[in-house]
């Protein structure tokens, strides 16, 4: 089934709010370490408002989710506009007055916008066909090319546009998220009831019990490799600006470095959904996790401007196929009346995954140094690893029985 004119407007103007949003992120990951240590001498929580609002994303996720259900996509995306811009204002205030609590109070409202954010992803398979749902999702992630390029490009504008430096860019996140709240009135939303799912014959059927939902191998492949990809990109990501001013390289370096990785992590979304339809949400993981190794190998082969630029692109690429191979393989799990809780629960535990890497990755960082981050991230790739040969494996018994 083709896609129509209004399917194909709704999409682009939710990849539109992705790439908004997603700069939003993108520039909230860039400054606020950096900003931090301009007047806070414990350099080891530098991250802790970032930590703050992974922490808020998964405390946030659940009543964010239910609200939609309950109230609509356009209503709940749009309070999560209005959280962005009392986020960023709070966070800027907490940065002209030289307060570390406040700023940590920002990012915490913050995690609201932003768990509003990780269900753009969702709503993108409820605006299409069945049959389109891992082009929606690859393409509504793909709106982050933009954000590869405004996010970082901002912050290099705005970091010095007042004093103190970096609260010109806390500044634009409000005014991009009140752009958000605009668009989002132009969005034509499905209503819940008759919203898609990857499960047939689903309309009538009353909800399953949460816990029987999430015992499903296919939902426990996907969520433990999404909390493994998420939590690395995040350790590392988190973690790098830290690293390279740290290795005595400028602020403008840490900005490129970020750029690369968020190029990454959204170009390869232009073709990750033809390539899920073509050969399998399994082996597109596995090939997301291959890249997130070759990413640590290549920050773990020196300290040099390229060594971090290749190493975050690749974690940025790897991320990609990870996390939209996961979200596919989630949205085949749940029933239309079930989609509030499944997709909060998988975002619960991937946030309060990227919420304690966020935090470990500044402690980490200045107490042991950018190698042994990497070399833990090891550790935890084979864990991803691991779910998705599992999944594989599951995957071809049937076909083998069958032989």
């Known amino acids: 089934m083709a896609l129509d004119s209004r399917m194909r407007a709704n999409l682009l103007l939710l990849a539109i709010c992705q790439a908004l949003g997603q700069a939003c992120n993108t520039m909230m990951l860039s400054a606020t370490a950096l900003s931090v240590v301009t007047f806070y001498a414990n350099r080891d929580l530098a991250t802790l408002p970032v930590t703050m609002q992974h ?34 204002a709070t966070i800027g205030t907490g940065l002209y007055h030289g307060s570390f609590l406040v700023m940590c109070a920002g990012g915490f409202l913050l995690g609201y916008a932003v768990a509003c954010l990780h269900q753009y992803r969702f709503a993108a398979v409820e605006l299409v066909p069945l049959s389109h749902r891992a082009k929606a999702i690859s393409w509504v992630t793909a709106g982050g090319i933009v954000a590869a390029f405004v996010g970082p490009s901002l912050v290099r504008w705005t970091h010095d546009q007042w004093i103190p430096v970096y609260i010109g860019t806390y500044a634009a996140i409000f005014l991009i998220h009140a752009v958000i709240f605009t668009v989002m009135s132009f969005i034509r939303f499905p209503e819940s009831r008759i919203a898609t799912s990857g499960v047939p014959d689903s309309g009538t059927a009353p909800p399953r019990p949460l816990a029987e939902i999430a015992r499903q191998p296919r939902f426990v492949a996907a969520v433990v490799a999404a909390m493994v990809g998420y939590g690395v990109m995040v350790f590392l990501m988190g973690a790098s600006p830290l690293a390279i001013v740290g290795c005595g390289m400028p602020h403008t370096e840490a900005h490129t470095v970020i750029l690369m990785h968020v190029l990454g992590m959204f170009v390869p979304a232009l073709f990750t959904g033809n390539l899920i339809t073509r050969y399998g ?36 690429v790897g991320w990609n196929f990870l996390f939209v191979g996961a979200t596919t393989l989630v949205t085949t799990c749940y029933r239309p009346n079930e989609r509030g809780k499944v997709q909060a629960l998988n975002d619960f535990l991937i946030f309060g995954t990227t919420a304690m890497m966020s935090f470990t990755a500044g402690f980490l960082q200045e107490r042991l140094g950018w190698f042994a981050l990497n070399w833990f991230s090891l550790a935890l790739l084979a864990m991803a690893a691991l779910a998705v040969a599992w999944l594989g494996l599951r995957e071809r018994r049937p076909v083998a029985a069958a032989a």
């Open 55 to 88: 922490l808020g994303v998964m405390l946030w996720v659940f009543p964010a989710a239910l609200l939609m259900q309950r109230m609509g996509r356009r209503f709940g995306f749009r309070v999560g506009s209005l959280f962005g811009m009392a986020g960023a």
């Open 281 to 316: 949400t399994t082996r597109i993981m596995a090939v997301g996790v291959v890249l997130l190794l070759a990413g640590v190998a290549a920050g773990l082969g020196g300290l040099t401007e390229w060594n971090f630029r290749i190493a975050l692109t690749l974690n940025g």
